[in-house]
């Protein structure tokens, strides 16, 4: 079956440093990786799309800059913040699909807690 | 942009009795409409994916679609404590893989 794996699932660093997440898929190929967070208290928001081979999107309020991601093949990506505050707490879900309209498979989460 | 709205915010049902949650969103174009759940501290478990107007049944939940009325609802049968959880009404958007959520409903089911 196809499984999304995400490590670690729960992180914690000081204000200011910075932590690097990844999401593995297992059992298909992850064409296209979409990462979202979920703030305290907040919904899931889109964060950005990344489709191997091509740009990545970022949302509004998303930049490259704070959320540099990679994504180097069909099973693996990775996602970096940098110098992370205490807004940048929540969870962080990614979720993988092969190319069209296949079904998307989301991963357990990484838990960020900013001290 | 596409705004899914979900209500109530809150919902205490006993064990045994129907849970129905509710989900508005401003565009009706979308093909697809899901309802996912979220248990405490954990990640998302999707429960039904439905992509035409009518009724989608997937065991004990079952939604319920109304593009006319931009309006998709999920029904769980004979909810168990194990069920009590935060839903999530998502419609996916104009981008592949792009999935718009609702705030949540947490379902409480009591024994």
């Known amino acids: 079956g196809a499984l999304v794996y995400q490590y670690p699932r729960r992180t914690i660093c000081k204000s200011g440093t910075s932590m690097r997440m990844e999401c593995q898929a297992v059992?298909?190929?992850?064409?296209?990786v979409a990462w979202y967070r979920q703030s305290p208290q907040k919904t899931f928001e889109l964060i950005a799309l990344?489709?191997?081979?091509?740009?990545?999107?970022?949302e509004q309020n998303f930049t490259q800059e704070k959320f540099p991601i990679s994504h180097p093949n069909l099973s693996f990506s990775s996602m970096t913040v940098l110098n992370a505050y205490l807004e940048d707490r929540g969870l962080y879900l990614c979720g993988a699909r092969t190319g069209g309209y296949a079904e998307q498979f989301f991963g357990p989460g990484t838990r960020l807690t900013v001290l | 942009q596409q705004k899914v709205q979900q209500s109530p915010e809150s919902l205490t049902v006993s064990e045994g009795a129907m849970a129905s949650l509710n989900c508005t969103f401003s565009d009706g174009t979308s093909d697809n409409f899901r309802w996912y759940r979220q248990h405490s501290g954990k990640g998302l478990e999707m429960l039904v994916s439905i992509f035409s107007d009518g009724e989608k049944e997937e065991g004990r939940f079952t939604a319920h679609l109304n593009r006319a009325s931009l309006h998709v609802s999920l029904h769980i049968r004979e909810p168990q404590p194990s069920d009590s959880a935060v839903y999530l009404c998502a419609v996916r958007g104009s981008a592949l893989g792009r999935l718009h959520f609702g705030a949540g409903t947490q379902l409480i089911v009591i024994p």
């Open positions: 990344s489709t191997v081979n091509s740009a990545i999107k970022y």
């Open positions: 059992g298909f190929q992850a064409t296209s």
